[in-house]
Every structure is written in C-alpha cells, then in structure tokens.
C-alpha cells in the first residue's frame, strides 16, 4: 500500500470506525470485545484490497455482515464470558430510563440466535430493505420476511418489559375503559 492509499484508510478508520463498532457490536449480541474483533477482522480485509475498493464502508459492512453469518454457520460457536458494563451518565441528566432500556435489549439480544439478531440489526439498525439483506444472507426475501416476523416474536417474549420502557409507552393511554356505554335516544 503506497503512502496515499495509507492515509486514505487511516482517514476512513479515524472518521467510520465508531459507526462500524456500534454495528459490530450489535451483530457479535452486545459483546464489545466480539464486536472489536469481527470489525478488526473486516478492517484488515479492506486494507489488503484497499486499492481496488470503490465505496469503503459497504464494503466493510459487507465483509462484517459475511463473517458474522459465518460466525453463526459454525459447528461449535467459540463464545466468549462477557461482563456488563455500567453505562457512562451525560452530565446533568438522568439517563436511567434510557440505560435501563439498553440494558434490557442487549440482554435480550443477547439471548436471540445469531440469524436472528443478524436479520434484526440488518433490518432495523442498518435500515436495509428485505431484498439487500436477503441478499447479504444469501436467502428469499420471504425468508428474511419470515425471520424477521420470527425474531421480532422471540424479542418481545424474551423482554416483554421492552415494550414499558420505549418511547411508545410514554404516548400510549395508561388503561383504557372498554366497559359498556349506555346510549340513550
């Protein structure tokens, strides 16, 4: 890799590596040190073939999205003992709701398969259409429909407190009364 090339990656690493870690992680089901590794992985990957990539970052979300389904296409899954870690306050404000929330979907993420989580952060953190992430797991777009309806079912079972703690419970009536009305004419 020439000088340029060089400062070209360092610039990319320096500006994309933060967003490529959040996706990283999300995929590795909140386990940092996974989501460091499958990121450097794809890192080194883009380096070797850094001339001839045209568009960086999809070209790392790929390679990121490609290993962790071979990650989960594994006989015998190497994991790993992770440890919470306490979640950074902003200053002046109480963020315990929100840290509550993180924790409990990392928690629950945690507990999905891999395809699953998989399917779910390429849909709803990355945003793809059905067909870019049937593509990227190499399956139907009714397979992604269907897996998608499946983990988003598991999700809600494994953290049915997901549903108080999210901004849509804060718009949601608290009871509504379905009891009989007398109409009167």
């Known amino acids: 890799m020439d000088a340029e090339a060089q400062e070209s990656f360092r610039e990319f690493v320096a500006n994309r590596s933060s967003a490529l870690l959040k996706t990283a992680v999300l995929l590795s089901g909140g386990d940092r ?3 460091e590794d499958l990121l450097q992985n794809a890192l080194i990957k883009a380096a070797g073939r850094w001339h001839r990539i045209d568009e960086p970052e999809a070209y790392v979300r790929q390679v990121l999205y490609r290993q962790q389904v071979s990650r989960w296409r594994l006989k015998w899954p190497r994991r790993e ?3 919470a870690e306490p979640p950074e306050p902003a200053a002046g ?9 993180r924790l409990v979907m990392r928690g629950a993420l945690a507990r999905l ?11 709803y953190f990355e945003d793809l259409p059905e067909a870019e992430v049937a593509r990227i797991l190499g399956c139907s777009v009714g397979t992604v429909r269907s897996a998608t309806h499946r983990s988003l079912a598991r999700l809600r ?3 049915p407190e997901l549903a108080a703690l999210g901004p849509a ?6 009871s509504r009364d379905y ?7």
């Open 113 to 123: 398969t891999a395809r699953q989580r998989t399917v779910l952060v390429l849909r």
């Open 179 to 185: 009891s009989p009305v007398e109409v009167r004419q």
């Open 93 to 101: 404000q109480d963020t315990s709701g929100a840290a509550e929330l």
């Open 169 to 174: 419970a804060a718009e949601q009536p608290a």
């Open 81 to 83: 003992l992770s440890v």
């Open 157 to 159: 079972a494994l953290a």
């Open 33 to 35: 040190h996974a989501g």
